[in-house]
């Protein structure tokens, strides 16, 4: 409901191009969803909520700018053209780690398994494709732990 403004809100121009009203009226529909989480699930201080949200048409850079704030490649998209389900991606910054750790939890999962990065790419990858042509809004949640994350 909250993302139904998105596309008439911004008129097509970008957030780059957006008036400063615009951007108060997207802040304001992200805070909605903010409290909307909260109210869901209470306000458990454990929740990691996001601290930014991208949102984009297909194939217009979003993969590459999350890659580009993780430092790293990582390609979450499926062999079809696009992502079928959502990628929920969470960084952790951790100073008590040297290397970096990548952690996944898969639709029919419920716990956290780690994995390298390769590992992490199949497992997004089949996961995507599992799907065929369908699209399913149940994501696959990743989460990268490291000094420089």
Sequence with gaps: QCFSEL???LGGAGLAMATSQQRSQLLDILSEVKTKVQDRLGHAKDFPLPQFIIVGSQSSGKSRLIESFAGYTFNFVSSTLGSRRPTVLEFRNRTDIRESVW?????DEHQWNQYDLKSVQQRVGMAHDQLGKSVSHTPVNVRLEGPYV
Excluded at 103 to 107: H, R
């Design 7 to 9: 596309p008439s809100l």
């Design 103 to 107: 952690y996944v939890q898969m639709p």
